[in-house]
T-cell receptor, first 112, second 114 residues
Framework: GENVEQHPSTLSVQEGDSAVIKCTYS??????FPWYKQELGKRPQLIID?????GEKKDQRIAVTLNKTAKHFSLHITETQPEDSAVYFC???????????FGKGNQVVVIP | NAGVTQTPKFRILKIGQSMTLQCTQD?????MYWYRQDPGMGLKLIYY???????DKGEVPNGYNVSRSTTEDFPLRLELAAPSQTSVYFC?????????????FGPGTRLTVL
């Protein structure tokens, strides 16, 4: 099945700086790559996603880039704010029926 | 719309006890999923369903059972609880992929088995 890995596991950034989280996946058949944000004690919520026919997608301060050849995709957060502090999970479609394989998550800490 | 709701929020079980985690969605989603989240780990798929009467195993199904008698409800049953089942359990739902990929998550159930 699909194997998704995230790096780094923890990332600390100064408020206003950019944060980049990278994920790699193993199954070249995967065609959908979402990013979920999970605040402490809360449910995961989708923040941005990308499909395999697109190389980049932006939504205000966040963007996702996809490199299908290298099988990796990255989340970019610009002008970070304290409310961006959370765990971010990447995922890749796995096996049909909208199933997802999740990475282990990245803890992002924005230092005021 | 309430979205995806789960009960209970918290539960402590003794080894060998059984319980059912409830999940309901009011978005008329065909697909529903159960995940477990262990500390420092991602979400692991336990079971999923593509419609009423249809269920299938995910990555970590051992020790669990599910049923899907209606579109709205997807309960998860734990028989003979074990400490290894201590985790946070999330239910999620979505449309089929031709109508959208996003999975909507419930608030989770924190289960401790002692």
């Amino acid at each position: 099945g699909e194997n998704v890995e995230q790096h780094p596991s923890t990332l600390s950034v100064q408020e206003g700086d950019s944060a980049v989280i990278k994920c790699t996946y193993s199954d070249s058949a995967s065609n959908y790559f979402p990013w979920y944000k999970q605040e402490l004690g809360k449910r995961p919520q989708l923040i941005i996603d990308i499909r395999s026919n697109v190389g980049e997608k932006k939504d205000q301060r966040i963007a996702v880039t996809l490199n299908k050849t290298a099988k990796h995709f990255s989340l970019h957060i610009t002008e970070t704010q304290p409310e961006d502090s959370a765990v971010y999970f990447c995922a890749a479609s796995s096996g049909g029926n909208n199933r997802l394989a999740f990475g282990k998550g990245n803890q992002v800490v924005v230092i005021p | 719309n309430a979205g995806v709701t789960q009960t209970p929020k918290f539960r402590i079980l003794k080894i060998g006890q059984s319980m059912t985690l409830q999940c309901t969605q009011d978005m008329n989603h065909n697909y529903m999923y159960w995940y477990r989240q262990d500390p420092g780990m991602g979400l692991k798929l336990i079971y999923y369903s593509v419609g009423a009467g249809i269920t299938d195993k995910g990555e970590v199904p051992n020790g669990y059972n599910v049923s899907r008698s209606t579109t709205e409800d997807f309960p998860l049953r734990l028989e003979l609880a074990a400490p290894s089942q201590t985790s946070v359990y999330f239910c999620a739902s979505s449309y089929p992929q031709d109508r959208g990929h996003e999975q909507f998550f419930g608030p989770g159930t924190r289960l401790t088995v002692l």
